[in-house]
């Protein structure tokens, strides 16, 4: 037996000789001493690795596939920097087949010594371009990795394009390689040529009347061009919620001669969207419980782009109906009168309240600002009385983030001021202002920092005359968790909870992530209602944090620590933190 294993070993061995005749199986191929993208690298460009595992080769190919594997390998590695990379070839036979190790030593890499990079023309001066080119990698001292390279190239290039240097030339694009020192020289330059302007904007496939959506353009014509005015309207536009579709693109090859330099015209093209909008949905909190939600939307009525909306939410402890008309605006600043009609029944604390509204609003986008005006009269029936209110109210709102759903970094301010005086149509006078913030900011590659926080004040000579849904309440999922939604409160001889005229509450959460969809939390929250004298209220715990398809869902358990109250609370909340 021994003597049959050994002829068949030597006819194995055979297959690697010159003038054998017999197929071999090729059964493994192993690499060692590169990364993942090296290695993804070597399996493109060495024919050993792309012949694969297990197959049937004849003695000329396997011996084609090795002599060239070396030098094959060797090649794969220049684009990451390594020109002298050391391989070697380990062979072994066995009686199932030949197992290969290519064992590579990547050797000194090649850094870069210079980078010389030179932009003639008005882009020059451009902020945008400058960044591009001061981001420029590799840089001097780094190793020369030509995908690195060719993306940064690539960069300079979409930030030209992007602030519309659309002439742009690059006159020289040299890499000098001097793989004896080990070292490369970067020399680019680019002529910008004039930027361009907006010329005339083509608008196509809208419903509405001409003139309505022009005023939602963030450019006018004769203005530089810039990319990021296009996606401004894009996004202006998309916010209309007139349109299934919206394609904006700058005809490059129709620019013209203009007073200011050449101009390039913009056409948007639009798809509109269905008139009719149904919508039913099941929502869940562990503050008001479960709720059956209706939603009816007519995205326009009318060539003048006006909108009707209405509402029913019929849940286990609170019921609501709205119904709001909607019309564009342009006075200033493009946005949106507003007239709305709601009534809700709910109860505040140890209140039973019920609420009838109407207002008149005049919404805008001001800048990066969200605004707003308006007057509401508001009558509120609880505890055997019934309280009517008119006043005025204002707005202001700024947002920023890097994503809506899961922000790594961006910031939220809302504040909100109302109030009037007593007489005619108000049963009191009062004022009142409330301020919201909230600061999100990524910590490493898992890790998420979040701080908010909510005040509020009010001043009126009656305040048991107040509606208890303009008094402030804390405690619950958004707000101090580790006590019940809305338990935190001034109480009455008799204990119950009847808000506060003033708000201060404050939290810090610390989040990580496990993967991409499942994580965990933890927080500390501290806060109170209250009419003079501050106490703070502190709860803290940890949480379960789900990315699901449909948005955030957040799973918390919290205890309170500064007080008496004992137990631990759940708190369940789904959709949106931002």
């Not at 003038?19 to 060495?46: I, K, N, W, Y």
């Not at 000194?108 to 003639?120: A, G």
């Not at 694009?173 to 070292?183: C, G, I, N």
């Not at 939220?412 to 109030?419: M, V």
Request: net charge neutral.
């Amino acid at each position: 037996m021994a003597g049959i294993a050994r002829a068949g070993v030597l006819m194995l061995w055979a297959v690697l000789l010159p003038g054998a005749a017999m197929a071999v199986v090729l059964r493994d191929v192993r690499v060692t001493g590169v990364d993942e993208a090296a290695l993804r690298s070597l399996r493109q460009q060495v024919d050993l690795l792309r012949a694969g595992d297990g197959r049937d080769l004849s003695e000329g190919r396997l011996a084609y596939l090795l002599a060239s594997a070396p030098a094959q390998a060797r090649a794969a590695m220049e684009p990451f920097g390594y020109y002298h990379a050391d391989v070697e070839l380990r062979r072994e036979l066995r009686a199932d087949g030949v197992y290969v190790t290519l064992a590579v030593e990547p050797g000194e890499p090649v850094r870069v010594r210079s980078v010389d990079i030179d932009m003639q023309g008005p882009a020059a001066k451009d902020a945008a371009v400058r960044r591009a080119i001061a981001e420029f990698v590799p840089r001097r001292g780094q190793v020369f990795e030509h995908g690195a390279y060719e993306t940064s190239k690539a960069a300079v290039q979409r930030a030209l394009n992007a602030r519309g240097y659309f002439a742009a030339d690059l006159t020289t694009a040299r890499v000098e390689v001097l793989r004896a020192e080990h070292s490369a020289r970067i020399q680019l330059a680019w002529d910008s040529g004039p930027r361009h302007r907006f010329g005339a904007t083509r608008i196509s496939g809208s419903p509405l009347r001409p003139g309505l959506i022009e005023p939602w353009l963030s450019y006018e014509r004769g203005d530089a061009y810039s990319q990021a005015d296009l996606l401004t309207t894009h996004q202006r536009l998309l916010e209309l919620d007139y349109f299934a579709g919206i394609d904006i693109l700058p005809l490059v090859d129709e620019m013209q001669p203009g007073e200011r330099g050449p101009e390039v015209p913009v056409q948007v093209q639009l798809l509109p969207a269905k008139r009719n909008v149904y919508a039913i949905g099941l929502s869940y909190g562990t503050d008001l419980g479960g709720a059956v939600d209706l939603e009816y939307h007519r995205r326009y009525l009318n060539d003048r782009g006006h909108k009707l909306d209405a509402a029913m939410a019929l849940g286990e402890r609170r019921n609501a109906a709205s119904v709001s008309y909607r019309i564009p605006a342009f006075m200033i600043w493009p946005g949106w009168w507003n007239a709305s009609a709601s009534v809700r029944r709910e109860p505040f604390a140890d209140i039973e309240s019920t609420v009838s509204e109407v207002s008149l609003r005049r919404d805008a986008r001001v800048g990066d600002n969200q605004v707003g005006v308006g007057a509401v009269v508001r009558s509120e029936r609880f505890i055997e009385r019934t309280t009517t209110l008119a006043y005025a109210a204002a707005s202001f709102q700024r947002s920023q983030s890097d994503d809506p759903l899961y922000p790594r970094r961006g910031f939220s301010l809302r504040t909100e001021l109302r109030g009037g005086p007593s007489g005619l149509f108000s049963d009191l006078g009062f004022a009142q202002t409330t301020v919201s913030a909230k600061a999100v900011r990524g910590l490493g590659e898992a890790q998420r920092l979040i701080v908010r926080t909510d005040l509020g004040a009010t001043h009126t000579d009656d305040f048991a005359r107040l509606p208890p849904s303009l008094r402030f309440f804390a405690g619950g999922d958004r707000s101090v968790r580790g006590f019940d939604y809305q338990s935190l409160s001034p109480r009455d001889a008799e204990g119950r909870r009847l808000g506060g005229r003033y708000l201060a509450v404050g939290s810090v959460e610390l989040e990580r992530m496990f993967g991409e969809r499942w994580g965990g939390a933890v927080f500390v929250d501290s806060g109170n209602a209250f009419d003079r004298d501050f106490e703070a209220a502190t709860g803290a715990g940890i949480g379960a944090r789900w990315r699901s398809p449909v948005g955030p869902v957040r799973l918390d358990v919290a205890v309170p620590l500064s007080r008496s109250d004992k137990g631990v609370h759940v708190h369940l909340v789904v959709g949106p933190e931002w």
